[in-house]
């Protein structure tokens, strides 16, 4: 099974919670050094990669930080991400600081389509503008 296998079956499955807070996004959330009572408005899109790569053994930042994604595996380019294994890192605003990341699902001319947690408040397939991707890494 791939990462982007896995990370699909919570597409429209685990959602942000108006009242309490959804227990895989915070057992996502302590993978990442957060306590388990860690509230899911917290950034989570690092914490579901960490996740999906945690289930499946593959390397992960134990980080809640998008860019720490940047340090792991192999950088590859975004003309050659392949649909499996390849985790994406966008740049979000003016900060460097900032930013986010998902599983690469697909590219459709200038947009990338990146499956990923706490888009929309929900583990979504959403595209992004290509330029601002940051990075591509290769897990496996």
């Known amino acids: ?3 982007l296998q896995l990370a699909m079956r919570f ?6 919670r108006p009242t309490g807070d959804h227990p895989l996004i915070q057992w996502w959330l302590s993978l990442c050094g957060f306590g388990f009572d ?3 408005e917290v950034p989570w899109c690092s914490a579901f990669v960490n996740g999906i790569a945690w ?3 593959l390397p992960r930042s134990k980080s809640a930080a998008a860019r720490s994604w940047l340090g792991m595996g192999v950088a590859v380019d975004l003309n050659v991400a392949f649909a499996a294994h390849d985790v994406v890192v966008l740049g979000r605003g003016i900060n460097p600081a900032q930013g986010h ?6 590219r459709e001319n200038d947009t990338i389509l990146i499956c990923g947690g ?19 890494r290769r897990l496996a």
Do not use: C, I, W
């Open 11 to 16: 597409v429209g499955e685990v959602k942000e």
């Open 38 to 40: 860690a509230q899911d």
């Open 1 to 3: 099974m791939t990462a």
């Open 101 to 106: 990341v998902g599983f690469y699902a697909g």
């Open 118 to 136: 706490n888009q929309s408040n929900s583990v979504t397939v959403e595209s992004f503008p290509v330029n601002r991707v940051v990075g591509v």
């Open 55 to 57: 289930e499946l053994r």
